[in-house]
């Protein structure tokens, strides 16, 4: 909901970073690789029962590689296998980080299940959208040149971030974020099956 707002705001500084980055050889499936070992970072962190606060600040440097490599990628050129990468290396990180919380502290397992589900809709709908645009030559712009297309919903990769990193600085409300948040997860999921029957049901 709020990417489109993020990317305006963090676009030019991504983009001139991208450009310096390119130019001193950094590729851009390199600095994929990189942003999920910083996320398998901060999950062992949490996982570990280390400071939260750490953990967040080298879960946001994750996210930082992660638009930073896009960045390189239109400089030195996009490839469907970079663009394959980028969403698995996404997917797994949104993963590790409550599967964290559930190693952390059992009691927050079941939440942390439920949060984990949720992301397993809401990520199906999306790529199941994706399959079926490429299938039909849709193309969409909305939130940059990307490598599949992105139907927009409530819950993107901005509010990802943002209930992540609330759980870092409160560990102890990590249930009731993860409950609340894995509603909004489904209610995104939802709306995303009822536009595919709009655009796909006929």
């Given amino acids: 909901m709020f990417d489109g707002i993020a990317r305006k705001v963090l676009d030019p500084l991504l983009t001139k970073s991208g450009l310096w980055a390119a130019k001193r050889g950094w590729g851009a499936n390199q600095v994929t690789l990189a942003g999920l070992a910083l996320g398998g970072v901060a999950a062992a962190i949490i996982a570990g029962g280390g400071p939260t606060g750490f953990a967040l600040a080298v879960l946001l440097a994750s996210r930082i590689a992660d638009g930073l490599d896009g960045a390189i990628a239109r400089v030195r050129g996009k490839t469907d296998f970079g663009g394959f990468l980028d969403i698995v290396s996404d997917f797994a990180f949104y993963g590790l980080i409550p599967f964290a919380f559930a190693l952390r502290d059992a009691n927050a397992a079941v939440a942390a299940g439920f949060l984990l589900l949720s992301f397993y ?82």
């Fill in 121 to 202: 809709i809401n990520g199906t709908s999306f790529l199941a959208f994706a399959i079926l645009a490429e299938k039909r030559g849709m193309q969409t712009a909305v939130r940059g040149d990307k490598s599949l297309y992105f139907s927009v919903g409530l819950m993107e990769g901005a509010e990802t971030i943002a209930a992540l990193s609330a759980m870092c600085l409160w560990p102890t409300l990590f249930a009731p974020i993860a409950w609340v948040f894995g509603t909004l997860c489904l209610a995104t999921a939802l709306a995303r099956v009822v536009l595919a029957a709009q655009v796909f049901g006929r």
